[in-house]
């Protein structure tokens, strides 16, 4: 698209605004129930205030866990870029765009924003120049953040975006953040649904050749939707609610015996001076109330008089129809069935590995899909920094954290096999180490360096060495 045919800030503004609006109401029907906050269980129109509050507690929300589960294995621990001249990594330009990313705080900061698009289909980032002359990354939420894309289902670099930083009041208007191909502006606005009422100023460059918004989504279809964990769960959470809730209705109102009592009529009320009964409104004997409790005893002296009980309503019915959904729930979702029952008695190791197959295939994709965003924003951090060559790396890639549950011992063991059974490098291996972190990584090269002191004594006898003469210059002397 050619600068002459690009919209203007203010119609960029008004689509993106529009955009936030148009999804509003999913996003939020979303972030409700990611809270808690679910629809309420059928009840009957006349349900009193006992049922509502049976109602209330009858929410379990599983919904958290199906984001903690794929989320607590996302954690990047270093950045390897790609080749330079001659296939050797730029070890320079690497350490520049690791600083920016312990710069910005993203080894804590980078949960949100996969947790962010985990819930909601996607998050996004910016990555920006501060005034001090720092490149810094932070993450932007979906529910204030829209952007615009050529192909939305192909392109990883937005068009154009817009991040709403104060939502307008009836004392003020909104405020927003909005960023094209080479501008960042300032926009203001009465409401979401009031085009006219945008109003965009204060240009400033940003420094980067394209718009510095980053979108993580974690499911991308051909049409360019994105989907997360929560939303196609939540009829499935919405029946273990209701299985919950009638579990609590026949706990509190059917899980005791009833005892009975047939051919016996009440104790009256007497005068106590006339031996009288005593008369209601209506002309009948006043009864008196029995204080009957699991201390006494009911009897009576007439023999047609007769006792008996109903049964407790069983509730293990309701209960394995809490364990089926709830299984359900893990099965359509990809989460181990103990993650959420709890159930890991007698499992071996290769049962659990097992279990957890579906959702390592899961991280797996996750990684992949938030990897190439990540990748996205080393490069505009080394762009804005003044690495032009790594401004144009898209053979870099970022290290994930390993998360398997193995032993530090089985860990070093494999290591020791794949370098001495298959020759692999040593060095090559030590990404590999569990744990280890970009910077650990190259304190242990740099200490490597320091401790080679058979290479540096070659590289000082090689310097130290005169080249010999070549023998044409031989023969001319």
């Known amino acids: 698209m050619s600068s002459a045919d690009s919209p203007s800030p203010t119609a960029l503004a008004r689509q993106l605004l529009a955009i936030l609006s148009r999804d509003g109401g999913r996003l939020k029907r979303i972030d409700d129930y990611l809270h808690g906050k679910h629809d309420d269980p059928y009840m009957p129109p006349q349900a009193d205030d006992e049922y509502r509050l049976l109602a209330g507690r009858s929410v379990s929300n599983w919904l958290p866990l199906l984001v903690d589960a794929p989320a607590q294995a996302l954690y990047v621990d270093g950045f390897r870029p790609g080749g330079a001249d001659g296939g050797l990594p730029a070890t320079e330009s690497a350490t520049a765009e690791w600083s920016h990313w312990q710069r910005s705080r993203l080894d804590a900061r980078q949960a949100a924003v996969y947790r962010g698009a985990l819930s909601y289909g996607h998050s996004f980032t910016v990555t920006e120049k501060s005034r001090t002359g720092h490149v810094r990354t932070k993450g932007l939420s979906a529910l204030r953040t829209s952007a615009l894309f050529e192909d939305a289902a192909n392109d990883d670099t937005p068009h154009a975006a817009l991040s709403v930083t104060t939502w307008p009041s009836a004392d003020s208007a909104g405020r927003a ?3 094209d191909a080479r501008a960042e502006y300032t926009v203001r606005f009465l409401s979401l649904d009031d085009p006219k009422s945008v109003v965009v100023s204060d240009a400033r460059r940003h420094g980067a050749s394209a ?21 196609p769960m939540i009829r499935l959470q919405d029946r273990i609610n209701q299985t919950v809730f009638d579990l609590l209705l026949a706990q509190s109102y059917g899980s005791t015996k009833v005892r009975t009592v047939s051919g016996m009529g009440p104790p009256i ?6 031996g009288e009964p005593v008369l209601d409104e209506l002309g009948n004997p006043v009864p008196l109330r029995i204080n009957h409790n699991n201390r006494r005893f009911l009897f009576a002296e007439d023999p047609d008089v007769r006792f008996g009980s109903l049964d407790e309503t069983p509730l293990q019915g309701f209960i394995e129809s809490v364990e089926m959904s709830t299984r359900q729930l893990a099965a359509v979702s990809q989460t181990p069935p103990h993650f959420m029952l709890g159930q890991i008695a007698n499992l071996s190791a290769e049962a659990l590995l097992a279990a957890e197959t579906a ?20 490069r505009l951090a080394a762009e804005l920094s003044g690495h032009a060559s790594s401004a144009d790396d898209h053979q870099g890639e970022v290290i994930w954290r390993d998360m398997e549950s193995r032993s530090l011992a089985q860990s070093a063991d494999a290591l020791g096999k794949l370098r001495t059974q298959l020759d692999i490098p040593a060095r090559g291996l030590w990404a590999r180490v569990p744990g280890v972190t970009q910077t650990e990584l ?3 090269e740099q200490k490597a360096e320091e401790d080679d002191s058979i290479g540096q004594l070659a590289t000082a006898l090689q310097r130290a060495t005169p080249e010999p003469a070549s023998p044409s210059t031989a023969v001319a002397a």
């Open 359 to 378: 959702l390592n295939r899961k991280i797996l994709e996750f990684r992949t899909s938030f990897g190439e965003s990540w990748e996205r924003v080393f």
């Open 177 to 179: 953040r909005l960023w």
């Open 211 to 231: 718009c510095p918004v980053t979108r993580f989504a974690a499911s991308v279809d051909l049409e360019g939707r994105t989907l997360g964990v929560v939303e």
């Open 269 to 274: 009320q007497r005068d106590p001076e006339t």
């Open 442 to 444: 190259e304190d242990w």
